[in-house]
């Protein structure tokens, strides 16, 4: 699977009808002429993070239609191009989104299904598998976040770090948290974090998320890392029975850097990691 060349492949770029409005999708295809292998859905990440990596889940849907799959990326509601405010999105929204999303590769394209999430859509990716009404083949996961609450915390340091950097009144560490509890929607960064959300997040734990599925990890090591170590979680999964498959990349942590990162580690590593599935031979019908 080649990241160069593939600018020429097939892109649609559509609205899904969805509840409460359209939902803002690119389907990335598979070369002319060549039936898809299989459909793999891309769960975004939260608030802004979701723009610094778009280009890099881009650059490997690319290289997955490439590959002979389908890629199907969706803006979740309330979030990118799609229909509704930041405010008003919910978590049990995102999962119908998910749901029909993968309801509709399904029904376009035959092949096993793969749910690939970065950061906390790789959170939501774990909770949607594990009660999705369609079979999933697998999921991959890019710099999982493994606890709700302990996500919801740093996004809100976000909030306290601008006001320091603004010069603006201080607030306690536990004031924001204090106002969501209090039913108060939260600003952050420029996102309306409303309290249901940041409530529903807060009770999802990957650890309580035993996949039925394999899982392909991506993490991230640092250069101080000598050796990436397996993180507790994956090392939980593999002692309660889950096929987990780990590869580490080292380019950066592109979901918060001040440049766009492109990657090349990431997109290799994706590649070797997920090699013995992407060189599957197509079952002829």
Known sequence: MSHTATAALPLLPFFLPASGGQRYCLLHLPPPGRNARGGILYVHPFA???????????????????????????????????????????????????HLACAWLAQRVDGPLTVWGARLGAL????????????????????????????????????????????????????ARAKLAQGEP???????????????????????????????????????????????LARLWRERGAAVHMASFGDGP?????????????LDATQKLCRDWLDEERTPP
């Open 48 to 98: 802004e993070e979701l723009n610094k990596s778009r280009h890099v889940a881009a650059a490997q849907a690319r290289a997955f239609a490439a590959a002979g799959y389908s890629v199907l990326q969706i803006d979740l509601f309330g979030c990118g191009d799609s229909s509704g405010d930041f405010s008003e999105a919910r978590w049990d929204i995102w999962h119908n989104d998910l």
């Open 124 to 175: 939501l990716a774990l909770d949607f598998s594990s009660r999705a009404p369609l079979p999933l083949a697998r999921l991959l996961l890019w710099q999982p976040e493994a606890d709700g609450r302990r996500s919801i915390d740093r996004f809100l340091r976000l909030r306290l770090a601008t006001s320091m950097l603004a010069g603006g009144v201080q607030e306690a560490p536990g004031q």
């Open 186 to 232: 939260v600003e952050v960064a420029g996102y309306l974090l409303a309290p249901e959300l940041a409530q529903a997040i807060d009770g999802v734990s990957a650890s309580a998320l035993l996949p039925a599925v394999p899982v392909y990890w991506l993490d991230y090591q640092g250069p101080e890392q000598t050796c990436a170590p397996l993180p507790p």
């Open 254 to 266: 592109f979901w918060h850097s001040g440049e766009l990162l492109a990657c090349p580690q990431l």
